[in-house]
């Protein structure tokens, strides 16, 4: 015996109780679990980002920080400041500018 209604039917792409359903579920159920924790971690993060930038704003007595708009006055990471740069190095613009023939080297073979 052995073969049933519930037999029949488990075999069914349709079917709750087919393997390849259960696993579909399960897969997703661990996917949506991950993003929340993902997402639990970012606003867990942006939290305590504002709190800093709060705390600095109180404690700062510049009016810029107490505003908000610090982040505008402030030079984005990687470019030099001008200080920095040596003065007699030209301002390269262009990578292909780096290794190229100045000016003085142009007149000289003129």
Partial sequence: MGKGYNNYM??????PSNLDN?????????????ETTKQDELRKQYEREQELYNNRALISNDEK???GIN???EAPPGVKREEERGLNEPEV????????????????SA
């Fill in 10 to 15: 488990s075999k069914k792409f349709f079917h």
């Fill in 65 to 67: 920080l107490k505003l």
């Fill in 22 to 34: 259960v696993k579909r579920v399960w897969m997703q159920e661990q996917a949506k679990e991950a």
């Fill in 71 to 73: 982040f505008m006055y």
């Fill in 93 to 108: 613009r262009f990578e292909w500018q780096r290794n190229a023939p100045r000016e003085r080297y142009a007149t000289i």
